[in-house]
């Protein structure tokens, strides 16, 4: 693409001298008889040099030049001014901000030699410019996901007071409309619930009562997030958690098992604590796996992740025949552990909705651990 350069005199043949070295050369001459006609144009359509004469009627060559300096959309462009002067005047020229002179009558080497030059100097100046603009772009866009992943990263950590981490993960990356519609999935549970809880809240203050509460809701709410379960729901001191959803989980049975025994091993010092303050509370646990219908529940402004199925209910009566300390599963969720845990029989139990007894199995720890 042609170079522009506008040519400024308000003498008719010395313009017509200029355009025509500059226009034989390749380049595109753009010209103007007035001070005040050559900032309009260059204002309507920015030229590469400008050869400014000096001495003109109403703005001289250092008015323009001067404005051409204040201008920030112009200051950067390259002048000459074109004078038959007294080289004295030329510190004139320079406080007015000429970058380079041309000494009438033009010598044709010498103006096109000073075009190039200046040229080359205004195409490192547009080229700096360029890339400024793509720095400034890529901060820009640098910035912007900075602040969507700061934004992203507060929306992980407000959903994971109501989810999981791996459904609120889910939900932040765009996968979680699909994982909250109705889906049926295998599933391991758990249900846990603290012994002598009802007569402890009778007899205690509820800033305590809160305390103990806060202090193993911790201690599950490690555990669950280590071997990557998904809290249901709290109820007071129950709790529900199940393994294998929203995110699919290898071995999900046998995660959900070692959760348990981590859990009443690591319970034994909670509780010594508590007995120390005059608090006799144990836990009991129930797990078994088996079929489920998971997803969203409740209605807007307020939903839960919920699985609904049997193997909930039995879980729930499992939990609810275990003493404290005991982890109690059935024959069906055993045989998918078996080479992990001991466990021992408890015989037959009657459970609450199921016309059958269940034969009742309580996990006294991992194979093989001391």
């Known amino acids: 693409m042609a170079r522009k350069i506008l040519v400024v005199d308000d003498q008719p043949m010395n313009i017509k001298l200029l355009a025509g070295i500059l226009e034989v050369k390749g380049y595109e001459v753009t010209t103007s008889d007035s001070g005040a006609d050559a900032l309009a144009k260059m204002k309507a359509?920015?030229?590469d040099i400008v050869l400014l004469d000096v001495m003109m009627p109403g703005m001289n060559g250092y008015e323009v030049c001067q404005a051409i300096r204040a201008d920030p959309l112009l200051r950067a462009l390259p002048?000459?001014?074109?004078t038959a002067l007294d080289p004295s005047e030329r510190v004139k020229g320079l406080e007015a901000g000429a970058d380079d002179f041309l000494t009438k009558p033009i010598n044709q080497p010498e103006l096109l030699a000073r075009v190039r030059s200046l040229l080359r100097v205004k195409e490192y100046h547009d080229t700096i410019q360029a890339q400024a603009g793509e720095l400034r772009e890529w901060n820009e866009?640098?910035?912007q996901r900075v602040q969507d992943q700061v934004s992203q990263l507060e929306r992980m950590g407000r959903l994971k007071g109501f989810f999981s981490p791996q459904l609120a993960e889910a939900i932040v990356s765009g996968g979680g409309d699909e994982l909250l519609k109705p889906h049926r999935r295998e599933i391991g549970v758990v249900f846990l619930d603290l012994r002598g809880f009802t007569a402890f809240t009778e007899s205690t203050e509820p800033e305590e009562v809160m305390n103990v509460l806060a202090e193993y809701h911790n201690l599950v709410g490690s555990l669950v997030t280590q071997h990557q379960g998904t809290i249901e729901h709290f109820a007071g001191d129950g709790m529900m958690i199940f393994f294998n959803d929203p995110i699919p989980l290898a071995n999900f049975a046998e995660e959900a098992a070692r959760m348990c025994v981590a859990l009443q091993q690591q319970f034994v010092a909670l509780r010594q604590n508590w007995v120390k303050r005059g608090y006799d509370l144990n836990l009991g646990a129930g797990l078994a796996v088996g079929y489920a219908t998971?997803?969203?529940?409740?209605?807007?402004?307020r939903w839960d992740y919920a699985a609904i199925g049997?193997?909930?209910n039995l879980t729930a009566r499992l939990c609810s025949e275990a003493k404290g300390g005991q982890?109690?599963?059935n024959q069906k969720t055993l045989s998918r552990i078996e080479e992990l845990v001991q466990a021992e029989s408890v015989g037959s139990l009657t459970l609450k909705g199921f016309p059958q007894p269940v034969q009742g199995f309580h996990i006294v720890g991992l194979r093989g651990s001391s």
């Open 294 to 301: 998971l997803g969203s529940i409740g209605y807007e402004g």
């Open 79 to 82: 002048v000459v001014l074109v």
């Open 310 to 312: 049997s193997v909930t």
């Open 327 to 329: 982890i109690l599963t």
């Open 45 to 47: 359509n920015t030229p």
């Open 141 to 143: 866009k640098l910035e």
